[in-house]
Protein backbone atom coordinates (compact mmCIF):
# COMPACT_ATOMS: atom_id res chain seq x y z
CA UNK A 1 0.00 0.00 0.00
CA UNK A 2 0.89 3.58 -0.80
CA UNK A 3 0.34 6.68 0.86
CA UNK A 4 1.13 9.98 0.20
CA UNK A 5 3.23 11.86 2.18
CA UNK A 6 0.82 14.56 3.19
CA UNK A 7 -2.16 12.70 4.08
CA UNK A 8 -3.75 13.06 7.30
CA UNK A 9 -3.43 9.13 8.48
CA UNK A 10 0.78 10.22 7.97
CA UNK A 11 0.25 13.46 9.73
CA UNK A 12 -1.19 11.85 12.66
CA UNK A 13 1.55 8.86 12.86
CA UNK A 14 4.05 12.00 12.96
CA UNK A 15 2.31 12.98 15.80
CA UNK A 16 2.19 9.87 17.77
CA UNK A 17 6.11 9.69 17.07
CA UNK A 18 6.08 12.94 18.37
CA UNK A 19 4.40 12.34 21.30
CA UNK A 20 5.98 9.43 22.64
CA UNK A 21 9.51 11.04 22.01
CA UNK A 22 8.17 13.95 24.25
CA UNK A 23 6.28 11.28 26.80
CA UNK A 24 2.90 13.29 26.55
CA UNK A 25 0.39 10.55 27.57
CA UNK A 26 -2.74 12.63 26.67
CA UNK A 27 -1.71 13.09 22.84
CA UNK A 28 -0.18 9.51 22.61
CA UNK A 29 -3.53 8.34 23.96
CA UNK A 30 -6.13 10.10 21.87
CA UNK A 31 -3.59 9.74 18.81
CA UNK A 32 -3.31 5.71 19.68
CA UNK A 33 -6.73 5.11 20.07
CA UNK A 34 -7.67 7.21 16.83
CA UNK A 35 -4.70 5.10 14.47
CA UNK A 36 -5.93 1.81 16.12
CA UNK A 37 -9.89 3.22 14.69
CA UNK A 38 -8.30 3.98 11.41
CA UNK A 39 -6.94 0.57 11.29
CA UNK A 40 -10.04 -1.33 12.30
CA UNK A 41 -11.89 0.51 9.74
CA UNK A 42 -9.00 -0.32 6.75
CA UNK A 43 -9.44 -3.85 7.02
CA UNK A 44 -13.14 -4.64 8.10
CA UNK A 45 -14.91 -6.02 5.51
CA UNK A 46 -13.17 -8.59 2.62
CA UNK A 47 -10.45 -6.33 1.08
CA UNK A 48 -7.89 -4.03 2.94
CA UNK A 49 -8.76 -0.17 1.97
CA UNK A 50 -6.86 2.88 1.99
CA UNK A 51 -8.78 5.81 3.72
CA UNK A 52 -9.15 9.39 1.60
CA UNK A 53 -8.44 12.29 4.25
CA UNK A 54 -12.31 12.88 3.69
CA UNK A 55 -12.88 9.62 5.24
CA UNK A 56 -9.99 10.21 8.22
CA UNK A 57 -11.58 13.32 8.93
CA UNK A 58 -15.35 11.83 9.18
CA UNK A 59 -13.71 8.97 11.28
CA UNK A 60 -11.69 11.57 13.62
CA UNK A 61 -15.05 12.72 13.86
CA UNK A 62 -16.56 10.08 15.60
CA UNK A 63 -13.69 9.60 18.09
CA UNK A 64 -13.84 13.28 19.04
CA UNK A 65 -17.44 13.07 19.45
CA UNK A 66 -17.25 9.34 21.53
CA UNK A 67 -14.79 11.12 23.75
CA UNK A 68 -16.98 14.32 24.87
CA UNK A 69 -19.49 11.90 25.38
CA UNK A 70 -17.12 9.80 27.75
CA UNK A 71 -16.38 12.76 29.63
CA UNK A 72 -19.87 13.46 30.25
CA UNK A 73 -20.77 10.09 31.33
CA UNK A 74 -17.79 10.62 33.80
CA UNK A 75 -19.24 14.06 35.01
CA UNK A 76 -22.71 12.92 36.00
CA UNK A 77 -20.36 9.82 37.60
CA UNK A 78 -18.69 12.64 40.05
CA UNK A 79 -15.33 11.42 38.16
CA UNK A 80 -13.66 15.30 37.72
CA UNK A 81 -9.79 13.92 36.82
CA UNK A 82 -11.34 11.53 34.22
CA UNK A 83 -13.56 14.32 32.71
CA UNK A 84 -10.90 16.28 32.27
CA UNK A 85 -8.59 13.68 30.34
CA UNK A 86 -11.28 12.75 27.90
CA UNK A 87 -11.63 16.21 27.32
CA UNK A 88 -8.02 16.88 26.77
CA UNK A 89 -7.60 13.99 24.38
CA UNK A 90 -10.49 15.23 22.39
CA UNK A 91 -8.81 18.15 21.89
CA UNK A 92 -5.70 16.34 20.62
CA UNK A 93 -7.59 15.05 17.90
CA UNK A 94 -10.01 18.46 17.13
CA UNK A 95 -6.80 19.81 16.15
CA UNK A 96 -7.10 17.53 13.31
CA UNK A 97 -10.39 18.68 12.10
CA UNK A 98 -11.49 21.27 9.92
CA UNK A 99 -13.21 24.44 11.67
CA UNK A 100 -16.60 23.83 12.10
CA UNK A 101 -19.18 26.41 10.42
CA UNK A 102 -20.20 29.37 13.09
CA UNK A 103 -23.47 29.55 14.28
CA UNK A 104 -23.99 32.60 11.68
CA UNK A 105 -23.18 30.68 8.65
CA UNK A 106 -25.13 27.60 10.02
CA UNK A 107 -28.12 29.30 10.62
CA UNK A 108 -27.90 30.70 6.90
CA UNK A 109 -27.88 26.96 5.70
CA UNK A 110 -30.70 26.24 7.61
CA UNK A 111 -32.92 29.37 5.74
CA UNK A 112 -31.75 28.63 2.57
CA UNK A 113 -32.23 25.16 2.29
CA UNK A 114 -36.15 25.65 4.15
CA UNK A 115 -36.54 28.32 1.02
CA UNK A 116 -35.70 25.02 -1.51
CA UNK A 117 -37.66 23.14 0.56
CA UNK A 118 -40.73 25.36 -0.02
CA UNK A 119 -40.34 25.83 -3.21
CA UNK A 120 -40.47 22.32 -4.09
CA UNK A 121 -43.74 22.02 -2.22
CA UNK A 122 -42.36 20.96 1.32
CA UNK A 123 -43.65 22.78 4.11
CA UNK A 124 -43.64 22.92 7.92
CA UNK A 125 -42.63 19.85 9.51
CA UNK A 126 -42.86 17.41 6.68
CA UNK A 127 -39.75 19.24 5.16
CA UNK A 128 -37.87 18.44 8.17
CA UNK A 129 -35.89 15.44 7.22
CA UNK A 130 -35.32 16.97 3.92
CA UNK A 131 -33.63 20.13 5.06
CA UNK A 132 -31.43 18.37 7.85
CA UNK A 133 -29.97 15.87 5.33
CA UNK A 134 -29.28 19.35 2.98
CA UNK A 135 -27.65 20.91 6.06
CA UNK A 136 -25.64 18.24 7.27
CA UNK A 137 -24.34 17.26 3.62
CA UNK A 138 -22.91 20.87 2.95
CA UNK A 139 -22.18 21.16 6.59
CA UNK A 140 -19.50 18.36 6.32
CA UNK A 141 -18.70 15.68 9.26
CA UNK A 142 -17.63 17.45 12.04
CA UNK A 143 -21.49 18.94 12.02
CA UNK A 144 -23.30 18.06 15.45
CA UNK A 145 -26.00 16.14 13.72
CA UNK A 146 -28.45 16.86 17.03
CA UNK A 147 -27.69 20.45 17.09
CA UNK A 148 -28.39 21.01 13.12
CA UNK A 149 -31.75 19.14 14.06
CA UNK A 150 -32.92 21.22 16.68
CA UNK A 151 -32.00 24.57 14.89
CA UNK A 152 -34.22 23.27 12.03
CA UNK A 153 -37.04 22.34 14.48
CA UNK A 154 -37.03 25.62 15.88
CA UNK A 155 -36.74 27.34 12.19
CA UNK A 156 -39.48 25.10 10.82
CA UNK A 157 -41.66 25.85 14.01
CA UNK A 158 -41.31 29.63 13.93
Do not use: C, N, W
Not at 35 to 57: F, P, R
Not at 123 to 148: F, K
Request: glycine residues 6%; proline residues 2%; negative net charge.
Amino acid sequence: MSEHTDSLKHRLQSALTTAMKARDEISLSALRQALSALAVAETAGDEAAVLTDAQVVALLAVEVRKHHETADAFVTAGRPEKTERERAEAAVLEAYLPAALGDDDLQQLITDEIAAAAADGSTGMRAMGRVVAAVRAQAGPTADGSAIAAKVKAALSA
